[in-house]
């Protein structure tokens, strides 16, 4: 039955987002969202990757509504202000090598449009370079550099110029033969993006590559750390800009505090969003300050980013992770997600179970599989939503402070739900 919210909804909203879920919320509280009606759903999506420290956390709050008190909005180009420096100084103590200086918009699609803008106005170079199977978000720009599914295209017409995809490493859905591992995937990609500088754009014109270190909508895949380590070197060698897109990886959900640094290489250009705001909408591309002294003042900015509040949401947010030890325990959250996953690594419905930290997903045979899996968890109360250019996978988002008997609860509720629902539709 519908709700309430459901029927104002279709009356007054656009009906052009993906929907998973019709839930009538009320309010969230650390992993747990309660709907109008007093259902208590146990989410493990994160608000897709953002509420790393959960709901509506006591220290979140606090400093948001005392930042709201005292100044909700005044925009840095018109004058300085506490929040968003000490969030900038905050992250400088846990960036990748090198990168301390900051510029906030607010989202992930525009910081990804700062980086591509700055990429190439500071090469004075012309061509980005993109991984298929990669989201980076539904502007204009990114959408030119995100392929995870083509449908996001759909009747968009011409994108970015000089925008060139290269092969990112997946085995279990390379369709070349004989079926191989993910190490002699990489070495096939990196091949071919060789054969791209032979052939398609001029290393020379190159501007940046650009990466997610774990594709995030596209399946949760993580590559050999040799394959960033060798574009890294490709980047150098040519000129480039290696630009990391930490969208989504960011902020301890792997078990580092930017998954870059796990895989042990330095990027030009951090991008965040998602969880950087703890909630509030935030996004920011981190440098060095040598770049950023050479990006021409006034050609780029924006009325809202780094807002106050949203950088006070951002510090507590950062506070937590650092000061609860966020980041160390994604990987024991992580293990324990996998291990309860186990039972169904001889499942002929399951592909491959991933995991890089406490990024977990299952991928399954097809959509079906793994919609039907969503809806029987959360028959039982349990949120979860998938990823993949065919919404094959399954993806676990635990807040980092999750209870872990919760987790526990929530990943047998799938485990449980794609056993029945194998039962009823058998292979
Ligand atoms: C890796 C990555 N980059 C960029 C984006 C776009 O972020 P936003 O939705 O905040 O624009 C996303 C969103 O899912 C993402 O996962």
């Known amino acids: 039955m519908s709700s309430d919210l459901e029927r104002r909804a279709k009356r007054v909203l656009s009906p052009l987002p993906g929907r998973y879920t019709w839930l009538p919320l009320d309010r969230g509280e650390g992993s747990w969202l309660i709907t109008k009606d007093g259902r208590r759903v146990l989410d493990l999506t994160c608000g897709i990757a953002v509420t790393n420290v959960g709901h509506a956390h006591p220290k979140v709050v606090r400093a948001v509504s005392e930042q709201a008190a005292k100044l909700m909005h005044i925009s840095t180009g018109v004058a ?45 170079r012309q061509a980005i370079i993109a991984f298929r199977g990669s989201f980076h978000g539904r502007t204009a720009g990114a959408l030119t550099v995100t392929t995870s599914k083509s449908s996001y295209r759909l009747g968009y017409g011409a994108m970015l110029p000089e925008v060139y995809i290269a092969p990112y490493p997946y085995a279990v859905t390379c369709p070349i033969k004989p079926a191989h591992d993910m190490k002699t995937c990489a070495e096939h990609c990196l091949a071919e993006l060789e054969m791209m500088f032979e052939h398609e754009v001029p290393p020379e014109h190159v501007a940046a590559i650009l990466i997610e270190p774990v594709l995030g909508e596209g399946g949760y895949v993580a590559p050999p750390s040799s394959f960033l380590v060798a574009l890294r070197d490709i980047a150098t060698r040519i000129g480039a800009l290696l630009v990391m897109d930490e969208v989504q990886t960011g902020f301890g959900r792997t078990g580092a505090w930017f998954a870059t640094q796990k895989h042990g290489v330095d990027p030009d250009i951090l991008v965040i969003a998602k969880a950087l705001g ?28 780094g807002n106050p509040v949203s950088c006070a949401a951002g510090l507590a947010t ?59 968890a959360l028959e039982h109360d349990v949120l979860l939503i998938t990823c993949g250019a065919h919404d094959q996978a399954v993806r676990f988002i635990p807040a980092l402070n999750i209870a872990e008997d919760d987790l526990r609860k929530g990943v047998r509720a799938l485990v449980e739900a794609h056993r029945s629902a194998a039962v009823a539709t058998p292979a």
């Open 80 to 124: 300085t202000y506490e929040s968003n420096i000490a969030l900038a100084e905050a992250l400088g103590t846990v960036t990748p090598r090198g990168l301390d200086t900051v510029f906030f918009g607010n989202s992930g699609a525009e910081a990804v449009e700062a980086a591509i803008k700055l990429s190439r106005q500071y090469t004075k």
């Open 278 to 305: 703890g909630g509030m909408p935030l996004g920011a591309i981190v440098t060095s300050r040598a770049m950023q002294d050479k990006w021409i003042s006034g050609t780029h900015g924006s009325t809202f980013g």
């Open 318 to 376: 950062f506070e937590i992770i650092r000061d609860e030890g966020l980041v160390a325990r994604a990987e024991r959250l992580g293990e324990l997600m996998v291990t309860e996953l186990a039972p169904l690594r001889s499942d002929p419905r399951v592909r491959e179970i991933r995991r890089f930290g406490a990024m977990v997903a299952i991928e399954f045979d097809a959509k079906a599989t793994a919609k039907a899996a969503i809806a029987g």
